[in-house]
């Protein structure tokens, strides 16, 4: 089993841009799909990107997802940061038996 | 447009068994796994397992075998999942989740509360 390490929060000004990262700790990151999950308190998980950086419709493209095959990590940017962006956000990935999630970070938009 | 709807809250004592419903709704039942994942109090989410509802095939995460059960019922569109032995670390909230393809999971139920306590 691998796991996907990512900060536990971070903080930024509302018009700035932050960068959450997700590492795997075996494997390739490029070798599943990473998906990134956004979970507002009381409400149930939303994806905000799938398949490493395909945003579904009606996500705004403030978010877009990357790769970086040199740390084995994927991110996810978030730019012009807006008060209802604040919410927990996980990464998530898979091999050919589990699914993995990482721990999550608490945006707070201050 | 799909939709998953849980059953209610629950509350168990320890040594107890829980039983989660989840129906669907908005999308042919047969043509998606369905996955289990449950966020325990301030702790992330945590993935407990697969079924295919068309044949009722499992795959369960490693640290609930022997504990978990997840079932498929066609004629309602539902999925259940039955977990046992439990202990206060099992107080968490329970997802249910449709693999909308790639493991990219989509939508997922409002979640059931469930509670263990003495």
């Known amino acids: 089993n691998f796991m996907l390490t990512q900060p536990h929060s971070v903080s930024e000004s509302p018009g700035r841009t932050i960068t959450i990262s997700c590492t795997r700790s075996?494997?390739?990151?490029?070798?599943?799909?990473v998906q990134w999950y956004q979970r507002r308190p009381g409400s149930s998980p939303t994806t905000v990107i799938h398949?490493?950086?395909?945003?579904p419709l009606g996500v705004p493209d403030r978010f877009s997802g990357s790769l970086d095959t040199s740390s084995n990590s994927a991110f996810l940017t978030i730019s012009g940061l807006r008060t209802e962006d604040e919410a927990d956000y996980y990464c998530?990935?898979?091999?050919?038996?589990?699914?993995?999630f990482g721990g999550g970070t608490k945006l707070t938009v201050l | 447009q799909a939709q998953l709807v849980q059953s209610g809250a629950e509350v168990r004592k320890p040594g107890a068994s829980v039983k989660v419903s989840c129906k669907a709704s908005?999308?042919?039942?047969?043509?998606?796994?369905v996955h289990w994942v449950r966020q325990a109090p301030g702790q992330g989410l945590e993935w407990m397992g697969i079924?295919?509802?068309?044949?009722?095939?499992?795959q369960y995460a490693q640290q609930f075998q022997g504990r978990v059960s997840m079932t498929s019922d066609t004629p309602t569109n539902t999925v259940h999942m039955e977990l046992s032995s439990l202990t206060s670390g099992d107080t968490a909230i329970y997802y249910c989740?449709?693999?909308?393809?790639?493991?990219?999971?989509?939508?997922w139920g409002q979640g059931t509360l469930v509670t263990v306590s003495s």
């Open positions: 989740t449709k693999e909308l393809r790639e493991h990219r999971f989509d939508p």
């Open positions: 908005g999308y042919t039942f047969i043509d998606y796994y």
């Open positions: 079924i295919n509802p068309s044949d009722g095939t499992t």
């Open positions: 075996s494997g390739s990151i490029a070798s599943n799909y």
């Open positions: 398949e490493h950086n395909q945003r």
């Open positions: 998530q990935s898979y091999d050919s038996s589990h699914v993995v």
